[in-house]
């Protein structure tokens, strides 16, 4: 998976930033500074998704897609962040 486009990026920080506001939730980081957070998190998936993939076990690695891999990680991350809440 290539890395997100500026503007996909920028649009994760404009949802972020709203999200925030709307829960009103307290954040003391500047726009930018999320911005440098959703570019660090996507640099970061980019770097290390050849290691999320090797840490599968073989048969499943085969036969899931790389769609359903991401999915799986994506609601494993979501289940965390609500329990670290």
């Given at each position: 998976?290539?890395?997100?486009?500026?503007?996909?990026?920028?649009a994760?920080?404009?949802?972020?930033?709203?999200?925030?506001?709307?829960?009103?939730?307290?954040?003391?980081?500047?726009?930018?500074?999320?911005r440098?957070?959703?570019?660090?998190?996507?640099?970061?998936?980019?770097?290390?998704?050849?290691?999320?993939?090797?840490?599968?076990?073989?048969?499943?690695?085969?036969?899931?897609t790389?769609?359903?891999?991401?999915?799986?990680?994506?609601?494993?991350?979501?289940?965390?962040?609500?329990?670290?809440?």
């Amino acid at each position: 998976m290539a890395v997100l486009s500026s503007a996909d990026r920028a649009a994760i920080t404009a949802d972020i930033m709203r999200a925030l506001s709307a829960a009103r939730e307290p954040c003391s980081a500047l726009k930018a500074q999320i911005r440098a957070i959703v570019d660090a998190a996507d640099d970061f998936m980019q770097a290390n998704q050849a290691a999320f993939n090797s840490s599968i076990p073989a048969a499943p690695r085969a036969a899931a897609t790389t769609d359903q891999k991401t999915r799986i990680f994506s609601l494993v991350l979501e289940v965390r962040r609500q329990r670290s809440i």
